[in-house]
């Protein structure tokens, strides 16, 4: 089965840095798709990036951009000048070619500093 | 368009007491989903649809019952409630179609959750 780890319950960054949010998943499929959601206080899931195994491109969506390693199996979400409406829990998941399952990590809470 | 929509936002139960949570969505998807989000993890699947008629379980199915009778609906029923269901319960779905060449990109939208308590 398939698991994702996220290993940093909290990471805080000052309001115009940058910082980069860590996943590693475990699968031995070569075809999958690995997506990072943003889930504010509101509860909202949101989805930041997505990006599937196949490509080689590193996926980017304005100030947020992942860091693919597939060899590694590591999936590294890259925040580039935080802004404070970017605080919120940040979760990495998994999903297998063709399958219907989410497969989510345990999430790691954002805190902006003005 | 509403995207998904859940129904209600709160709710406290009793031991032994049952109830449905209710979903529905307006983007004619024909893949749903519910989950569930115990503090501080991330979101485990219950049970998921992939048509109307059609429905299987999850990661975490026991205790729970679901119907999807049609294309925008798919409510989740509790039985009989126990302390370990309290949860968050998100609503999701997507369109699920797979290209000529094998690949599916389906995206699933989430509803806004229902934050179930049982006492």
């Known amino acids: 089965a398939q698991t994702v780890t996220q290993s940093q319950p909290e990471m805080s960054v000052q309001e115009a840095e940058t910082v980069t949010l860590s996943c590693t998943y475990d699968?031995?499929?070569?075809?999958?798709?690995l997506f990072w959601y943003k889930q504010p206080p509101s509860r909202q899931m949101i989805l930041v990036i997505r990006?599937?195994?196949?490509?080689?491109q590193n996926a980017t969506e304005n100030r947020f951009s992942v860091n693919f390693q597939k060899a590694a199996k590591s999936f590294s979400l890259k925040i580039s000048d935080s802004q404070l409406g970017d605080a919120a829990m940040y979760f990495c998941?998994?999903?297998?070619?063709?399958?219907?399952?989410?497969?989510f990590g345990q999430g790691t809470r954002l805190t902006i500093n003005p | 368009n509403a995207g998904v929509t859940q129904t209600p936002k709160f709710r406290i139960l009793k031991i032994g007491q049952s109830m449905t949570l209710q979903c529905t969505q307006d983007?004619?998807?024909?893949?749903m989903y519910w989950y569930r989000q115990d503090p501080g993890m991330g979101l485990k699947l219950i049970y998921y649809?992939?048509?109307?008629?059609?429905?299987d379980k999850g990661e975490v199915p026991n205790g729970y019952n679901v119907s999807r009778s049609t294309t925008e609906d798919f409510p989740l029923r509790l039985e009989l409630a126990a302390p370990s269901q309290t949860s968050v319960y998100f609503c999701?779905?997507?369109?699920?179609?797979?290209?000529?060449?094998?690949?599916?990109?389906?995206?699933?939208?989430f509803g806004p959750g229902t934050r179930l308590t049982v006492l």
């Open positions: 998941a998994y999903r297998s070619q063709g399958a219907q399952k989410l497969v």
């Open positions: 649809s992939v048509g109307a008629g059609i429905t």
């Open positions: 699968t031995s499929e070569s075809d999958y798709y």
């Open positions: 983007m004619n998807h024909n893949y």
């Open positions: 990006q599937e195994a196949y490509k080689q």
């Open positions: 999701a779905s997507s369109y699920f179609l797979i290209s000529s060449s094998g690949m599916d990109g389906n995206e699933q939208f």
